[in-house]
């Protein structure tokens, strides 16, 4: 429905809801497990994807490795809408890449005669609100439609919802790389050689690292996976050289656990902890960042703090691994809970605090946690954990689950949130046996 064909309030609101689709932002593996799960529930849906395909994030870090397995990547609902075409489920217990994981699953899911027609392409949402009434008002709220504005290559145009769901994930939002989390000062002048997380260092980037002293910022899995590739180049062109700098005073978040219920990933810890200690990784603890700038030489210099002490380093390129933020400048007319601090949900804030929390002790959750004070509007996926460094694709699919149960009327079955998880979590990263040498051995 387009601005041309937005109806006039003069229906009864709750019959002109009725008549209305729910809105998914983002057409990533939660948008489209929430648009199979209205589906099911005989919801109409429209998707909104701003990538030219389905999983256009995704594929960005399509060469990178996943250390869960299919049997956790995908949703029950897609699944049974994807058992009913040709498609053929990968093995349960096979790792998959990036590239794999929207080649084998997100386009024929997108590909269905279910989702297809319901997708639009090339659609930026731009602002949510609803029609005619900005954050202000209240008198007959919860019944007027949602009203998204989409930026497309037609143009502007605007649309009608029953019901919203932000799905549009934080991949684009990367955090700052000064430990005030501002931009750089001179971000313009050393724009080229700042590199986002999970670069396709042996790829298509490779010229961009190979030879270079290459600084990586961040103590995620992001960062352990670009440490890792970078290692590999230095074992094929020793001029290579890698630095590691982390705020905290240590690593342990990168090196993980040897319990790991997910081997691939208590590996990838064991990796990166054994090229520390070969020195193949200078390891930086405890430097807060205060700035970056360019060189006379072409270079950049961080300028920085390491336990009280002024500290600087110069390099060639830099990796910001520093983890994402939610972009909510779409949504300032929507009526928002959010958590001061990680600008989650503030019900679902408590349960995700990485302070406490680590990617597989976070309780399951659903549209109890969720919600906000608006009425039928949803923050799913990546970016309803706000700054917070531990989502994970199954939490995500119990999420939509839950709302889609709700939006239906089956409000005692959305709040019935059951999900089980391996002993630390599935989140995403290369696995350590793609490392040479000593460096892919275990080790305690």
């Given at each position: 429905m387009t601005i041309a064909e937005l109806p006039a309030l003069t229906v009864p609101s709750t019959r002109l809801l009725d008549t209305l689709p729910v809105a998914i932002i983002g057409a990533g593996p939660v948008g489209l497990a929430a648009a199979?799960?209205?589906i099911e529930r005989g919801i109409d849906v429209v998707v909104f994807e701003a990538g030219a395909s389905a999983g256009a994030s995704v594929a960005a870090w399509g060469h990178t490795r996943l250390f869960s397995p299919w049997e956790?990547?995908?949703?029950?609902?897609?699944?049974?809408?994807?058992?009913?075409?040709?498609?053929?489920?990968?093995?349960?217990?096979?790792?998959?890449?990036?590239?794999?994981?929207?080649?084998?699953?997100?386009?024929?899911?997108?590909?269905?005669?279910?989702l297809a027609p319901r997708i639009r392409y090339s659609s930026a949402v731009t602002d949510v609100s609803r029609q005619g009434m900005d954050r202000t008002r209240s008198s007959g709220r919860a019944a007027t439609p949602f009203l998204l504005r989409v930026r497309s290559n037609d143009g502007i145009s605007e649309h009608l919802a029953r019901?919203?769901?932000?799905a549009s994930g934080t991949?684009?939002?990367?955090?700052?790389?000064?430990?005030?989390?501002?931009?750089?000062?001179?971000?313009?002048?050393?724009?080229?050689?700042?590199?986002p997380g999970l670069p396709d260092v042996l790829g298509v980037d490779r010229a961009r690292f190979a030879g270079k002293h290459t600084l990586v910022v961040g103590a995620g899995?992001?960062?352990?996976?670009?440490?890792?590739?970078?290692?590999?180049?230095?074992?094929?062109?020793?001029?290579?050289?890698?630095?590691?700098?982390?705020?905290?005073?240590?690593?342990?978040?990168?090196?993980?656990s040897s319990n790991d219920e997910l081997e691939a990933r208590g590996r990838l810890g064991d990796s990166v902890h054994e090229l520390v200690r070969q020195q193949t990784i200078a390891l930086l603890d405890g430097f807060e960042i205060d700035n970056l700038g360019p060189t006379p030489n072409d270079r950049v210099v961080v300028r920085g703090r390491r336990r009280g002490t002024n500290t600087m380093i110069e390099v060639d390129q830099v990796?910001?691994?520093?983890?994402?933020?939610?972009?909510?400048g779409m949504l300032r007319e929507i009526r928002l809970s959010l958590d001061d601090v990680v600008e989650a949900p503030r019900a679902l804030?408590?349960?995700?605090?990485?302070?406490?929390?680590s990617c597989g002790t976070v309780y399951p959750h659903g549209v109890a946690e969720l919600a906000h004070p608006e009425p039928n509007f949803f923050?799913?996926?990546?970016?309803?954990?706000?700054?917070?460094?531990?989502?994970?694709?199954?939490?995500?699919?119990?999420?939509?689950?839950?709302?889609?149960?709700?939006?239906?009327?089956?409000?005692?079955?959305?709040?019935?949130?059951?999900?089980?998880?391996?002993?630390?979590?599935?989140?995403?990263t290369t696995t350590a046996d793609e490392i040479p040498g000593p460096a892919s051995a275990c080790c305690s």
């Open positions: 199979a799960q209205l956790y990547l995908v949703d029950e609902a897609a699944g049974r809408l994807l058992d009913q075409t040709e498609w053929h489920a990968p093995a349960a217990k096979k790792l998959p890449y990036g590239r794999e994981l929207v080649d084998e699953y997100l386009l024929p899911l997108a590909a269905t005669p279910e019901a919203v769901i932000d991949y684009n939002s990367p955090n700052g790389l000064t430990a005030s989390g501002l931009a750089p000062r001179h971000l313009d002048g050393i724009r080229d050689h700042v590199a899995h992001s960062a352990a996976n670009t440490l890792l590739k970078l290692a590999i180049l230095a074992s094929e062109d020793d001029r290579t050289t890698i630095t590691w700098a982390i705020r905290g005073p240590s690593p342990i978040r990168a090196y993980g990796v910001n691994a520093t983890g994402f933020r939610p972009d909510l804030a408590p349960l995700i605090d990485p302070n406490h929390h923050i799913a996926g990546m970016k309803s954990y706000g700054r917070a460094p531990t989502f994970l694709l199954l939490t995500g699919y119990e999420q939509v689950r839950s709302i889609a149960d709700e939006l239906a009327g089956n409000h005692a079955a959305a709040r019935r949130v059951q999900l089980v998880l391996p002993e630390t979590g599935v989140c995403s």
